[in-house]
């Protein structure tokens, strides 16, 4: 059974039994601070995994905000599949 841990707004742990993948979500609507609180958490933990930042992809994208979120959705897709 998975269960959800909440910690620092909407930042969720998702934990598994013994072998179970663990993934780390931060979501939230524009200006929140998802990807302050993304790079607080990677200088704590080395444990967080791939970190799809889409405003980051944007960013390298020259603002480009279609094609930044359909690279996200393909990286997590990629993610997925890999489980």
Same mark, same amino acid.
């Given at each position: 059974?998975?269960?959800? *841990?909440?910690?620092?707004? =909407?930042?969720?742990?998702?934990?598994?039994?013994?072998?179970? =993948?663990?993934?780390?979500?931060?979501?939230?609507?524009?200006?929140?601070? =998802? $990807?302050?609180?993304?790079?607080?958490? $990677?200088?704590?933990?080395?444990?967080?995994?791939?970190?799809?930042?889409?405003? &980051?992809?944007?960013? *390298?994208?020259?603002? %480009?905000?279609? &094609?930044?979120? &359909?690279?996200?959705? @393909?990286?997590? @897709? %990629?993610?997925?599949? &890999?489980?």
């Amino acid at each position: 059974m998975q269960t959800p *841990e909440l910690s620092a707004g =909407k930042h969720y742990r998702v934990r598994g039994g013994a072998g179970i =993948k663990i993934y780390t979500i931060t979501g939230g609507v524009n200006g929140v601070g =998802k $990807s302050s609180l993304s790079g607080v958490l $990677s200088a704590e933990s080395t444990d967080l995994g791939i970190i799809i930042d889409t405003d &980051k992809l944007i960013a *390298e994208l020259e603002g %480009d905000r279609i &094609k930044g979120g &359909k690279l996200a959705i @393909e990286r997590i @897709e %990629d993610c997925l599949k &890999k489980v």
